[in-house]
């Protein structure tokens, strides 16, 4: 079965500094992955996904298959940077395809 | 811009009531799903859908059952409410595998207790 696990509940870094959120998975089949972030008070939104190799926001996320991973980086974090980030795996069904998300990382970017 | 619309912020019901939680969205999309949200634990399917009177279950369906009968319709239904489901409900909506691109778009969610 597909997993996917964010071993920080919590991670907390000064304006500036870098951060990496952690995110490994486990998948038989052939991996799609995104992060999603929800900042407080908004609704769950789609950051970024790993087949667009794109930079939103700053951050950026390469999928590693050799070591199962796809963290979440960004060089300099700032204040507006602080939010709850979600790694997201998609499995196709014989239907559809749904996410599978890991529990979570809170960034806390403090001054 | 998409919009999904969950029909209540805030429930409050009592152990043995039957629950609706209504979901509503204006994309056209033909999929969609109701996830638990609960700190620590992350997002956890319960059911989705990807057609009209089609549904799925997601990986904790114990408990609740669905409802699509329109295809910008999606209910979610607690049979006999129960204090281990007190959570944050959210609903989202997407095109089909083949148009999606992993993007889900989500309601506000429906933070409910029940005591």
């Known amino acids: 079965a597909q997993r996917v696990t964010q071993p920080e509940k919590l991670l907390s870094v000064f304006k500036g500094a870098p951060v990496e959120l952690k995110c490994n998975y486990s998948y038989s089949g052939s991996p799609e992955l995104f992060w999603y972030v929800q900042y407080s008070r908004q609704r769950l939104q789609l950051l970024l996904r790993h087949i667009s190799r794109e930079s939103i926001k700053g951050f950026t996320a390469d999928l590693n298959k050799g070591e199962t991973s796809f963290h979440l980086k960004k060089p300099f974090a700032q204040e507006e940077d602080s939010a709850m980030y979600y790694c997201a795996l998609s499995v196709l069904t014989g239907t559809a395809s749904k996410l599978t998300f890991g529990t979570g990382t809170r960034l806390q970017v403090t001054l | 811009d998409v919009k999904v619309t969950q029909s209540s912020r805030y429930l409050v019901k009592r152990t043995g009531e039957k629950v609706f939680l209504e979901c509503v969205q204006d994309?056209?999309?033909?999929?969609m799903f109701w996830y638990r949200q609960d700190p620590g634990l992350g997002l956890r399917l319960i059911y989705f859908?990807?057609?009209?009177?089609?549904?799925e279950k997601g990986d904790i369906p114990e408990g609740y059952s669905v409802s699509r009968e329109k295809k910008e319709r999606f209910s979610l239904i607690l049979e006999s409410a129960s204090t281990n489901q007190t959570s944050m409900y959210l609903c989202?909506?997407?095109?089909?595998?083949?148009?999606?691109?992993?993007?889900?778009?989500f309601g506000s969610g429906t933070q409910l207790s029940v005591l």
């Open positions: 994309m056209d999309h033909e999929n």
């Open positions: 859908s990807y057609d009209v009177k089609m549904k």
């Open positions: 989202a909506s997407s095109f089909l595998s083949r148009r999606w691109g992993g993007k889900l778009f």
